[in-house]
C-alpha cells in the first residue's frame, strides 16, 4: 500500500518535478492533494488542511531568491522560518507523527577556503546573507521539533541544482534561454552574463528528488545531508556546452548587471553521508540534464 506523502511548494521548480515523478512512478508514495488554497504565513488557513493525514512531509516551500532576501530580509525570515513554524504546529495539532524532511541550502555553509572542499556535513554553517539564516535558523528549528515531539526529523542540504522549468533569474537557466532567443533570432548573437569563472555543485533536479525520497525510507532521524553531485564545474565550461548542444558560435558579454559579488570561487560538496546512509547516487549526466534545459527553453521562448 502506498504511504501518503504531503509537499510544500508544489508549484516551485522542485515542486512540479516531484509532482510529475509521483504521478509517472509507480513509486511507494502517493502525493497528498490538500482541498484548499493555503498560506504558511497564515496559520489559520492551515487548520483543517489534511483530511488524511500525510505518513512523511517533505517541506519545500520557501522564498529561494538571495537577491530578494537582501532586499527585504524580514519577508524572507517570515516565509522561511515563521512559515516553517506554522506548518510544524498545525502539524502537530493535527497528530502528525510521520517524517518530516526540511529542505534547506548548501548556502548555509557561507564561504569555505579551498582546502576545506569538498564540503562535508561537519563543516559549520557560517550564513552570508539573510536567505541562508532563515534556513539555518528552520533547521534547527525542525530538528528541535523532532527532539521534543519524537517525530523523525531530517534535514537536506541541497546544493545548486538546474533543470527544466527553473525560472531565468538563476545563471544556467538565463543562458539557456538566451540560446533559444538567438536561434530564434529574437537577440543577436551575444549572451549577457555575469561572474562565470567561479565553479558551483550542480545536480540534476530528478536526482535532488531522488535523494529526499531515499532519505524519507532510509535516512537517519536528526541528521543533516548535503545533496550534491561531488563535482565542481565551471559555469563557463557547462554555457559552452550549451552553446555546442545548440550549434551557435557565442559571444560573452559581462553584463554588470548580472554581476554579484562572488568571494566563493569554487564550491564543491560531499554526498558520502548520503550515499553511505541510502545508497544514493547521482544517475543522470550534465549533457543529458543541458540537453533537456534547451528544449524546455526552446519551447518557452516560442510563447513568451
Not at 58 to 84: E, K, M, S, W, Y
Not at 227 to 254: F, P, Y
Amino acid at each position: 500500500m502506498k504511504k501518503r506523502l504531503f509537499v510544500t511548494g508544489l508549484s516551485g521548480f522542485v515542486g512540479q518535478h516531484i509532482q510529475s515523478r509521483l504521478q509517472a512512478d509507480v513509486a511507494k508514495w502517493e502525493l497528498l492533494t490538500v482541498p484548499a488554497r493555503y498560506d504558511l504565513g497564515n496559520p489559520q488557513s492551515l487548520e483543517g488542511l489534511w483530511p488524511q493525514l500525510p505518513d512523511a512531509v517533505i517541506h519545500l516551500a520557501g522564498q529561494t531568491f538571495v537577491p530578494d532576501a537582501f532586499r527585504d530580509p524580514a519577508r524572507t525570515l517570515n516565509i522561511n522560518l515563521l512559515g516553517t513554524l506554522n506548518l510544524l504546529q498545525a502539524l502537530k495539532a493535527r497528530g502528525f507523527t510521520g517524517t518530516f524532511l526540511y529542505v534547506s541550502s548548501g548556502d548555509v555553509y557561507g564561504q569555505v577556503s579551498e582546502d576545506h572542499l569538498p564540503i562535508t556535513e561537519l563543516q559549520p554553517p557560517c550564513p552570508r546573507n539573510p536567505y541562508a539564516v532563515s534556513k539555518l535558523a528552520a533547521e534547527f528549528l525542525s530538528l528541535q521539533w523532532g527532539l521534543s515531539e519524537g517525530w523523525p526529523v531530517l534535514v537536506a542540504r541541497p546544493f545548486n541544482h538546474i533543470g527544466s522549468g527553473q525560472k531565468d533569474n538563476f545563471v544556467i537557466a538565463s543562458a539557456a534561454r538566451q540560446i533559444n532567443r538567438i536561434k530564434q533570432g529574437l537577440q543577436a548573437p551575444q549572451l549577457e552574463v555575469g561572474d562565470i569563472d567561479v565553479t558551483r555543485d550542480f545536480l540534476d533536479v530528478g536526482d535532488v528528488i531522488s535523494a529526499y525520497l531515499a532519505l524519507l525510507e532510509k535516512g537517519t532521524p536528526g541528521q543533516v545531508y548535503n545533496v550534491c553531485s561531488g563535482r565542481e564545474q565551471s559555469i563557463r565550461s557547462l554555457i559552452k556546452q550549451l552553446g555546442d548542444l545548440a550549434q551557435i558560435d557565442l559571444q560573452l558579454v559581462q553584463d554588470p548587471a548580472r554581476l554579484r559579488r562572488a568571494d566563493q570561487r569554487r564550491v564543491c560538496g560531499s554526498h558520502a553521508m548520503l550515499a553511505q546512509t541510502t545508497g544514493w547516487a547521482p544517475q543522470i549526466t550534465t549533457q543529458q540534464t543541458l540537453r533537456a534545459i534547451l528544449s524546455d527553453w526552446e519551447i518557452r521562448v516560442r510563447q513568451e
